[in-house]
């Protein structure tokens, strides 16, 4: 879709000099409640020339831009505007862990693909699996555990939530918390046109699982959170956007 070579040369520059998440302490909106982290994006100044550079890139590609270029992203039942600047980021900063070459790669197979690889979520208390289990091609159930870090799961999760409040369960703490996830491989559409309009939220097939398995008599399913997950390796906004609470911090804008 773009060649690589100049992205890589810049992204290297770049992370050579100096790019680092820096961890801001913000207010939070509610009252009598403690200081939240949000990371903001920062690099050394003597990058100012590469990051302009890589810029002007990402905006003169048309392969690039059309996706992310001041579109609105979708992560499955809500969307965020995507900049060229959102993509910097993810790009440098990803470039730190798997380096620039395999990140751009990764760009470039999304780009050919058309569309966003995402899975649709549902935590359940009432059964426990020790493995992943494939229940039809897409659909399986797998212990929570095992579901990509997010705060939907952490809220979900025993290990990591010291107060529960889940949307279903009951007086046996053990049914405070969702013990499983039955996940959809979906395809999600990159980019909706309307950033209230999500069919993927209208489709009731894990809904329906979860009541199917009420009718066998060693299960008692409950459903609690449901939410979506794109692919690790998929670009997204500042890749610890969903692992905080930004939309409950003053000032902040996601």
Known sequence: MFKIGTFEALIIAINRLGAVYI??????????????TIPKFSYDNRVKLQITALLHHIQSTPSISKVFDNKQYNYGGISYTMLPESLLEWLVM?????????????LNYFLKLGYTPANQVLAMSGLTVQKKI??????????IQECSASRMRIEASPKNVASPSPMGGTLVTDEKFAKVVVLKSIK????????????????????EFCSFLTLL????????NSWFEIADW?????????????????????
Do not use: C, W
Request: without cysteine; proline residues 8%.
């Open 188 to 207: 999600l559409q990159t980019i909706t046109g309307n950033q209230y309009d999500f069919p993927e939220t209208k489709d009731t097939t894990l809904d």
């Open 234 to 254: 998929v670009p997204r906004h500042n890749i610890h956007l969903f692992s905080s609470t930004p939309a409950f911090f003053k000032g902040v804008v996601a």
């Open 94 to 106: 990803q470039s730190q862990v798997l380096g620039a070459n395999n990140v751009l790669n990764n």
């Open 134 to 143: 494939i229940i039809t091609n897409g659909i399986s159930i797998v212990p």
């Open 217 to 224: 008599d060693q299960f008692s399913p409950m459903k609690f």
């Open 23 to 36: 961890h801001e302490k913000v207010e939070h909106a509610a009252p009598n409640q403690p200081k939240g």
